[in-house]
């Protein structure tokens, strides 16, 4: 049987990894052998199930949040439009979630302009309007801010990127963050949506050379299915860095569970487990063409139990 070569690292890290991290009796296998072992972290990771807000069906903030809450979510990803429409939108959304227990998790908004750009005024825009969205999110009490560091494609290579971003564009933006105690997370996308930044592991390298504690890593299934050889060893790449992870059906990008036995998160789980991840796991997806708004709701349900039961198996 031909295997590609994700499948190929995919087989190796169930059989070699999941034998000596998880089983008592493949841990004493891997010691004997000379393999190394790695402890359960301290604290020990949990699951917290989160979800884009605009795509629940509703007519308002309250309506969305009653729904995920009564579904088995406690954490949601604030979307919906740009820095201005979030500042417009603060107070409504704090008075939603008002005692109740869910929590804001991240802001997936969008910043202006474009941090790879040559032309200054792109990167000004850039740094002004992440610094709104950072603010916006602090009022809400969201961990951070979910940042692309560009999108565009850019006739710079990768080295020259990463030195301007680190440089020019990250201290104002984390001093900012740092003060208002909240995360500026650097999101990979793939080859298809960025030519920048692509690995979880380079994400997490850029945010070890920021040294500040204001900057994290955000880990998405859907690209991870693109760029990534395994699913867990992106994860422990990030290691403490890893502060959100979006979660996708792995075919179409849609509701998980849609592509049916395709949508398999457990190595991924794996992974979150090992570094003790505690932030959420949120929904960033479409649904399929023509479903209805009850139909949507089933889906969002159904995916809830889907990540509860491989979590479980994990």
């Not at 998880?22 to 604290?43: I, W």
């Not at 939108?89 to 991240?106: P, Q, T």
């Not at 502060?243 to 190595?267: C, F, Q």
Request: net charge positive.
């Amino acid at each position: 049987m031909a295997i590609n070569r994700r499948q190929f690292f995919t087989f190796s890290a169930a059989g070699l990894g999941g034998a000596a991290l998880f089983g008592a009796r493949q841990a004493h296998a891997a010691t004997t052998s000379g393999m190394p072992v790695l402890k359960a972290p301290e604290p020990p990771a949990e699951l917290h199930i989160g979800c884009q807000q605009m795509l629940v069906p509703g007519k308002s903030f309250a309506e969305r949040y009653d729904f995920l809450e009564a579904n088995g979510y406690d954490r949601i990803e604030i979307n919906g439009g740009n820095w201005e429409w979030l500042a417009k939108n603060v107070d409504e959304m704090a008075a939603a979630i008002k005692n109740r227990n869910l929590r804001f998790s991240v802001t997936c908004i969008s910043a202006r302009g474009n941090a790879g750009m040559a032309d200054p005024t792109e990167r000004r825009a850039v740094i002004d309007t992440t610094k709104s969205i950072l603010e916006s999110a602090a009022k809400l009490g969201a961990t951070g801010v979910i940042t692309v560091p560009a999108r565009k494609k850019i006739d710079l290579p990768f080295p020259e990127l990463r030195e301007r971003y680190l440089k020019e564009i990250l201290p104002e933006i984390l001093a900012h963050a740092e003060k208002l105690g909240v995360c500026l997370i650097m999101e990979p996308l793939n080859r298809n949506e960025t030519m920048f930044l692509r690995l979880v592991a380079d994400a997490a390298a850029i945010a070890r050379d920021a040294n500040s504690p204001a900057i994290g890593v955000l880990g998405d299934f859907w690209h991870m299915t693109a760029e990534e050889t395994n699913d867990m060893g992106a994860f422990i790449s990030a290691g403490a860095y890893l502060k959100h992870v979006h979660i996708a059906s792995r075919k179409t990008r849609k509701i998980p569970g849609v592509d049916s036995e395709a949508d398999n998160y457990v190595l991924g789980f794996k992974g979150l487990k090992l570094i003790g991840y505690r932030g959420a796991i949120s929904i960033e997806a479409g649904y399929p063409k023509g479903v209805s708004d009850d139909q949507k709701r089933k889906l969002l349900a159904q995916a809830a139990a889907l990540m509860r039961e491989q979590w479980a198996q994990a």
